[in-house]
């Protein structure tokens, strides 16, 4: 049963705390992404990684870290730099076939901070 | 800059009234266009990728369409079971290494009441 799993599904952090969320996936999808979804907003790019041991900043990296050390894992660490760190991460993996390109999902990790 | 804006914001329906959300977006090079659906508290599900302007693609009581400025999704007699959050993405340019760049919508929530 192929896909996508983040764990754990709900989250808490004291202040001060960094914390990190985890991402897996068994498609065998070269890359891989970290979205921040808040309420009225659309889903905004945080980090993303095309191949192991290689990963980019995205439109809103600050506060966070990423690693790649395998192909089917790319967990993200929610530092206590993140001022506003409450949200509902998403990992999404995509690959490119047959001329189309199509990202997908995770059931993401929502994030409290206490 | 690219932007992607999504109208209604929420909608209601009765069961078996047809609708349409809208999906306006200007981006420099449009590269596909994409619709999901998002359940509350889950991750957005794939439903369509348009490529060109004047192409349209179905599922069941859903049927995209595109053209140079917009997008609709439009449903058709649906049923409480489409209630869910539709988001709408664009891919312009690309990223590093080929990895995807999409740009969301903040998303319209539909609501099908019995």
């Known amino acids: 049963d192929g896909g996508i799993t983040q764990s754990p599904k709900y989250l808490f952090r004291k202040e001060g705390q960094n914390v990190t969320l985890s991402c897996e996936q068994n498609?065998?999808?070269?890359?891989m992404y970290w979205y921040r979804q808040d309420p009225g907003q659309g889903l905004r790019l945080i980090y993303y990684?095309?191949?192991?041991?290689?990963?980019q900043k995205g439109d809103i990296a600050e506060g966070y870290s990423v690693s790649r050390e395998k192909k089917e894992s790319f967990p993200l660490t929610v530092t206590s730099a993140q001022k506003n760190p409450t949200a509902f991460y998403l990992c999404?993996?995509?690959?490119?076939?047959?001329?189309?390109?199509?990202?997908?999902f995770g059931p993401g990790t929502r994030l409290t901070v206490l | 800059e690219d932007q992607v804006t999504q109208s209604p914001e929420a909608l209601r329906l009765q069961e078996g009234e047809s609708s349409s959300l809208n999906c306006s977006y200007t981006?420099?090079?449009?590269?596909?266009l994409f619709w999901y659906r998002q359940d509350p508290g889950k991750g957005p599900e794939f439903l369509f990728t348009?490529?060109?302007a004047g192409e349209e693609k179905e599922k069941e009581r859903l049927k995209a369409t595109l053209t140079k400025k917009e997008s609709f999704l439009h449903i058709t007699a649906p049923k409480p079971e489409d209630s869910a959050t539709y988001l709408c993405a664009v891919q312009a340019g690309g990223l590093y290494g080929g990895a995807q760049k999409l740009v969301f919508g903040q998303g319209t929530r539909l609501t099908i009441n019995p």
């Open positions: 999404a993996s995509s690959i490119l076939a047959g001329g189309e390109h199509t990202q997908y």
């Open positions: 990684s095309q191949i192991v041991n290689d990963f």
């Open positions: 498609l065998n999808h070269d890359a």
């Open positions: 981006v420099s090079g449009l590269r596909g």
């Open positions: 348009l490529y060109s």
